[in-house]
């Protein structure tokens, strides 16, 4: 059974940092591509970054170009995301997902506030 | 970037009766390869969306046949026939022919 579970979410300043990791199973991590996309509170879906199965090929969002950091570890079957100067609009539900979005993780959350 | 317009913003429908949503996107997602790179999801209340369509027209693994897809270059339907209670949430399009990836601002499906 495929299962991506995120962790690393939680209650942080703006202006600090915070990682994020998705620990995927049931599949052949290193096969596939990966995404990261947000939900901010009673809002919409925002695709955040992608990262290509051997690293290769990586994109971001222009709103978080330059303070977020994709990447994985395919001997670990974890992608992750370092997030930088993190802004109060950053807040949200953050999912990972599987190359073609077949698969989503359950989520998890970030809220920046003072 | 690729702009998504989703319509209706919500819909009622009672149970068994069909229901359409619209999505229209604000450039071709035909790409080269003859490929129509726009999805369809639905999430469900306090869940983590799910995949229904992919492709424009494919079902997903383990998605009903009442859904479907279908479409032009630029303009979308997602159909379900026999709406069931189970179907309630809101529904998002998606574009993956290039980047940034958009979505749609979502359709909220009721029932009456």
């Known amino acids: 059974e495929v299962q991506l579970v995120e962790s690393g979410g939680g209650l942080v300043q703006p202006g600090r940092s915070l990682k994020l990791s998705c620990l995927a199973s049931g599949f052949t991590f290193s096969n596939y591509g990966m995404n990261w996309i947000r939900q901010a509170p009673g809002k919409g879906l925002e695709w955040v970054a992608s990262i290509s199965s051997s690293s290769s090929y990586i994109y971001y969002a222009d709103t978080v170009k330059g303070r977020f950091t994709i990447s994985r570890d395919n001997a670990k079957n974890t992608l992750y995301l370092q997030m930088t100067s993190l802004r109060s609009e950053d807040t949200a539900l953050y999912y990972c997902a599987r190359g073609g979005t077949d698969y989503w993780g359950q989520g998890v959350m970030v809220t920046v506030s003072s | 970037d690729i702009v998504l317009t989703q319509a209706p913003l919500s819909v009622s429908v009672t149970p068994g009766e069909s229901a359409s949503i619209s999505c229209r996107s604000s450039k071709s997602l035909l790409s080269s390869k003859g490929i129509t790179s726009l999805y369809w999801y639905l999430q469900k209340p306090g869940k983590s969306p799910q995949l229904l369509i992919y492709?424009?027209?494919n079902l997903a693994s383990g998605v009903p046949d009442r859904f479907s897809g279908s479409g032009s270059e630029t303009d979308f339907t997602l159909k379900i026939s026999k709406v069931e209670t189970e179907d309630v949430g809101v529904y998002y399009c998606?574009?993956?022919?290039?980047?940034?990836?958009?979505f749609g601002s979502g359709t909220k499906l009721e029932i009456k």
């Open positions: 492709r424009m027209s």
């Open positions: 998606a574009q993956f022919l290039e980047y940034p990836f958009t």
